[in-house]
């Protein structure tokens, strides 16, 4: 009789383990082999009423958050204002305060301090106090003639650009010939301004409250023409204004037609510099963004 029992206890054990281990074959094919054998071991146990230990549960596994990436600052596009005031820069350390009397006159005659040609002369300051400094500045010039005139003289590389110009399309001076289209001396913008002005219109132009007549004739010791860089000419069509753009030169002090600066860079260049490109009054100017 008991060979019989333990027949029959050792088949219900074989049964038993043949079961754990089909069930432990299943768990295998999704838990690692870990897992698997503490499933086996808890499953003997039980058979033989022992208690089955806890497998210890998976560590949670720290959050990485995820690395935040930077929007990339979008490129602010300058403004003409600023475009010209930074090339201005190369020439002036400090630029003039908004409104003063020497912000007044750059905004009205300082295109050509743009020009980084170097074998152009501008003048340390916008306004020159008397004769003694104009003549100090001129002498440092290196001159040049135009072509078909008298004793009219520019700065060289300016009066090189007119000549190139006016073999393209034949423009006249304002005068004919005369001198005072060409570079001019102190006394002689001093005359002129005496001439289209009184006793108060300085002191108005200085305070901001007067500046229309600065189309017309600039205060003593300010005019382009002391720097050798302007000339006033007859033009009247396209083919003689193109001619002198593509060669530099530009109409750039609102209202005064006939006045003709050099800034030596051809119209696409002055647009980049900031220059604003304006029809007053039917003509064409190129003016400061001050």
């Known amino acids: ?22 069930a432990s074959n299943r768990i295998a094919q999704s838990q690692p082999s870990s897992d698997v054998e503490q499933v086996e071991n808890c499953l003997v146990n039980r058979l033989f009423d022992e208690k089955c230990a806890t497998p210890p549960q998976p560590q949670p596994q720290p959050q ?7 929007s990339p600052i979008p490129t602010r596009t300058l403004t003409d204002k600023e475009r010209f005031i930074a090339a201005l820069m190369n020439h002036f350390a400090i630029i003039p ?10 905004r009205a005659y300082g295109a050509p301090f743009v020009n980084l040609e ?38 060289k590389s300016a009066a090189d650009a007119l000549n190139k110009a006016r073999a393209i399309a034949r423009f006249p001076l304002k005068s004919g010939y005369a001198r005072s289209d060409c570079i001019r001396n102190f006394a002689t913008t001093a005359r002129f301004w005496r ?9 108005l132009v200085r305070k901001g409250k007067e500046t229309r007549i600065l189309g017309t004739v600039a205060p003593p010791g300010t005019s382009q023409h002391l720097w050798g860089l302007a ?4 033009v009247t069509n396209k ?28 119209p696409e260049t002055l647009l ?4 604003q490109k304006k029809i007053i009054e039917g003509t064409t100017y190129w003016l400061t963004p001050l």
């Not at 305060?97 to 750059?106: A, K, M, N, R, V």
């Not at 000339?231 to 007859?234: G, P, V």
């Open 118 to 155: 170097p074998t152009i002369k501008l003048p340390a300051k916008l306004a020159f106090k008397n004769d003694r400094e104009t003549q100090q500045f001129q002498a440092t010039l290196t001159k040049g003639k135009v072509a078909g005139t008298r004793d009219c003289y520019l700065q």
């Open 64 to 70: 990485i958050p995820p690395i935040q990436i930077p």
């Open 239 to 266: 083919s003689q204004i193109n001619a002198l753009n593509q060669n530099g030169w530009y109409r750039t002090v609102k209202y005064d037609v006939p006045h003709w600066s050099y800034v030596g860079y051809p």
């Open 272 to 275: 980049k510099l900031g220059f």
């Open 97 to 106: 305060q908004p409104d003063s009397y020497e912000y007044i006159l750059l």
């Open 231 to 234: 000339i006033d000419l007859r």
């Open 195 to 203: 001439k289209y002005t009184n006793s108060r219109t300085l002191d």
């Open 1 to 22: 009789m008991k060979i019989v029992f333990h027949k029959i206890a050792f088949l219900i054990i074989a049964a038993y383990i043949a079961m754990t281990l089909v």
